[in-house]
């Protein structure tokens, strides 16, 4: 099984399926990372760029990553982006590494770059794209501080139908957010660990575990 991890940012995947990346690597699964936005200047400083990129480095070699993509598409401006450019570069790498089975950001996070990220997953993705490249599922996943911030519409909602107990990986999940010095928030804002553990123990609740993650099951494509 080869995974895919599509984010909008750095730390989206750690907050959002860093458990479950961890359980697929315990596996012996190929865990693939694409990361569809970069910092810039002015907007973020060059040593806050420099600091992001060997955070992503760090972080990729803690998961077992496989290989990470990092597309430089600017962030927090991807609603200005055409649609084509993100699904560009989503599609390139869905041929290269063909993933079964993905994880991608939920489409009602009040960060506009989340929505974006997204629609054109699921834009390349049309049920009939998916044989195409041999993916059998897709999911999508919270981010907390993004998908919990979202206005409390039908629309936004994320109401999760497919768990994974990463009870043995909390503590390994936790450590590996605190390398992103330049994106982890101190408690009790929600990007702290505490908030990050909290999440975990209440989905863990639901299934009957102490920690777990939560997913919508977006589309699935049996083989």
Not at 28 to 52: C, M, N, Q, R
Not at 149 to 178: C, W
């Amino acid at each position: 099984m080869s995974v895919l991890a599509i984010c909008a940012h750095p730390d989206d995947e750690t907050v959002g399926v860093g458990g479950t990346l961890l359980v697929h690597r315990a596996r012996g699964e190929d865990v693939y990372w694409l990361i569809i936005t970069k910092g810039h200047s002015p907007t973020w400083s060059a040593d806050v760029i420099h600091a992001k990129e060997k955070e992503v480095e760090a972080v990729a070699t803690a998961y077992g990553i496989k290989k990470y993509f990092w597309s430089a598409l600017p962030s927090t401006l991807l609603d200005t982006v055409p649609v084509n450019d993100v699904i560009g570069e989503i599609r390139a790498v869905l041929l290269a590494v063909r993933p079964r089975l993905i994880y991608v950001v939920h489409h009602g996070d009040v960060h506009t770059d989340h929505q974006a990220v997204f629609r054109a997953a699921t834009i390349v993705m049309k049920p009939f794209y998916m044989r195409r490249y041999g993916i059998e599922r897709l999911l999508s996943f919270e981010s907390i501080s993004s998908t919990d911030a979202a206005p409390p519409l039908h629309a936004s909602a994320f109401l999760p139908n497919v768990f994974q107990d990463i009870t043995p990986y909390i503590d390994r999940k936790l450590e590996i957010m605190n390398m992103y010095a330049t994106e982890a928030q101190p408690d009790p804002l929600p990007r702290g660990l505490s908030a990050i553990r909290a999440l975990a123990r209440y989905r863990g609740a639901m299934i009957g575990v102490e920690y777990a993650e939560a997913f919508m099951l977006i589309r699935e494509c049996s083989p």
